[in-house]
């Protein structure tokens, strides 16, 4: 008693009852609210109703008054809620039903046909489900349903929706920024083997683990007028398509995105062959000072199949990056690279400014590993940190990681130089780049092409040279191919350059050679 609505309420519903409050006395008429009001942790919904009252005694004679008349609803809500949900989601694990997936789908469609998003169906069906479920009952069947359900809801992203269309087939929506396709089928491939992983652990129930796989089909919306019902059946018979060969896979509906997805499967396991088999090699490419004088060397990493010849990087990088090899990958760059090093360090080659660069994949500050294998290997081979220089791309300068920032921070506080490679192909960020306070930038061998014949290329690479004088970094000319180049890129202030006019990139003892003849 004698308190305002603002101070037993909270704002929000405060200012509603007043509005009702104040429409009630201007028409004259009932007006009617509904709310909720939390007692501890408890939820109470009630409907509210409001009448004006005459002839009271107090307040004096101008006053007016109204009636707030109170109903207890929350019962009648929750039941509401209760049928709510049994139309949108699954009684057993809980998920979206076909009803709910077949909504967001076609909210989906609609981004997609106003050109503001790209996405993808997946059809996915657990393997030998119904012979598990006839042998140990629907009870112990239910079960292993949750677990597989939670633990696809558990392995997606916010971006993802995961929903169960009955039995053992559930379907997950993707949602991806409108890209190029190439893009979204990496995305695309990323989810379907994350999600196919949910299975790599057995199942389990009435103290006994069962070994369930999936099949997984994938129908892709990045055009308009897609229909919902034609996404779902592509992508059913694509998952038709992936058990044929005994399941535990992913198949695209279109054949020419399968193809490519099954040389990128090949490529992952050659891969993993040639790591075992040491068909990756490190060369090495020539890095000189502007009156020729060598000073370093960039590693690049480089793959010889026996039956298949020499692999391209553009060919396995993307791949081993999506699949994790990567790391294994670096390991093998920083390796050879040291060893490269304690050779020239043996036969008196190796001055104290000499500099290594290595490139580092972004996948690599996922953790704490790099800075890590860096130190590991620097010590085991007995080597100067300052022998070696790390690029980065202009993507992972873009990042937000604090993890990030301190990671690079640390190895630049302990000798190794950081270089931004490719600079001016992404996202070049003066503020970035400040924070970030790296050592040298690399200019890309696509402007040095446009060298000889743009005057677009010519201003490009004086602005970038103009930046690196203000900022105090070294800049790096890549893509040296004719004395043209060389001559046009020796009257400029840079600090080296490197390209197959000078050197191509080579094996480490050819490299050595090289150096001698120097």
Not at 39 to 53: C, L, M, P
Not at 295 to 311: C, H, M, Q, V
Not at 358 to 386: G, K
Not at 450 to 478: C, K, R
């Amino acid at each position: 008693m004698g308190r305002s609505v603002n101070e037993v309420l909270d704002h929000e519903l405060a200012s509603e009852v007043v509005d009702v409050v104040k429409k009630t006395l201007a028409t004259g008429q009932m007006q009617e609210l509904e709310y909720e009001l939390y007692v501890g942790d408890e939820r109470y919904v009630f409907e509210g109703r409001t009448a004006i009252v005459d002839d009271l005694s107090f307040g004096g004679s101008e006053a007016r008054h109204v009636l707030w008349m109170a109903r207890d609803i929350t019962n009648r809500k929750i039941a509401e809620e209760d049928v709510a949900r049994l139309a949108l989601f699954d009684v057993l694990t809980g998920l979206p039903n076909r009803r709910h997936a077949q909504e967001q789908l076609e909210r989906l469609l609609d981004e997609v046909d106003r050109g503001h998003a790209s996405g993808a169906v997946m059809f996915l069906d657990l393997n030998d489900f119904k012979r598990i479920n006839d042998a140990l009952g629907h009870y112990h069947g239910d079960q292993l349903l949750r677990q597989a359900a939670q633990r696809l809801e558990d392995n997606t992203r916010r971006s993802e929706i995961v929903a169960r269309l009955g039995g053992d087939e559930f379907v997950i929506l993707l949602r991806e920024r409108r890209t190029e396709d190439d893009a979204l089928v990496e995305s695309i491939e990323a989810a379907a083997q994350r999600i196919l992983g949910c299975f790599e652990v057995p199942l389990s129930t009435n103290n006994n683990a069962y070994k369930i796989s999936a099949s997984v089909g994938i129908a892709i919306a990045n055009q308009p007028g897609i229909k919902a019902d034609d996404l779902l059946r592509r992508a059913d018979a694509a998952m038709y398509a992936a058990k044929r060969p005994g399941g535990n896979r992913y198949a695209f509906f279109e054949d020419s995105l399968q193809r490519k997805a099954n040389n990128r499967l090949d490529i992952e396991r050659r891969m993993g062959e040639a790591i075992e088999k040491q068909q990756f090699v490190t060369y090495f490419q020539l890095q000189v000072k502007p009156d020729g004088t060598p000073f370093g060397a960039e590693a690049l990493l480089r793959w010889f199949d026996p039956d298949k010849g020499a692999i391209p990087p553009d060919s396995f990088i993307p791949v081993a990056e999506s699949s994790g090899l990567i790391l294994q990958l670096q390991d093998i760059v920083l390796e050879q690279s040291c060893r490269l090093l304690v050779k020239l360090r043996e036969q008196n080659l190796l001055s104290s400014d000499f500099r290594l660069a290595i490139n580092v994949s972004p996948m690599q500050f996922e953790n704490d590993m790099l800075t890590e294998r860096v130190n590991y290997f620097l010590n085991y081979f007995d080597l100067a940190s300052e022998h070696l220089t790390l690029e980065i791309t202009e993507t992972l300068l873009m990042s937000h990681e604090q993890k990030t920032y301190e990671q690079l921070q640390a190895l630049r506080k302990q000798g190794l130089r950081l270089s931004i490679d490719d600079f001016g192909t992404g996202y070049s960020s003066l503020a970035y780049l400040h924070r970030l306070n790296v050592d040298q930038l690399k200019i890309d061998k696509s402007f040095i092409r446009d060298l000889e014949n743009e005057v677009v290329g010519e201003a490009i690479v004086d602005s970038v040279i103009a930046l690196s004088s203000t900022l105090d970094l070294e800049v790096i000319v890549e893509g040296i191919e004719t004395e043209k180049q060389h001559t046009l890129i020796s009257k400029k202030a840079v600090s080296g350059a490197q390209g197959f006019l000078y050197a191509r990139p080579i094996s480490s003892s050819e490299f050595i050679d090289n150096l001698k003849r120097y």
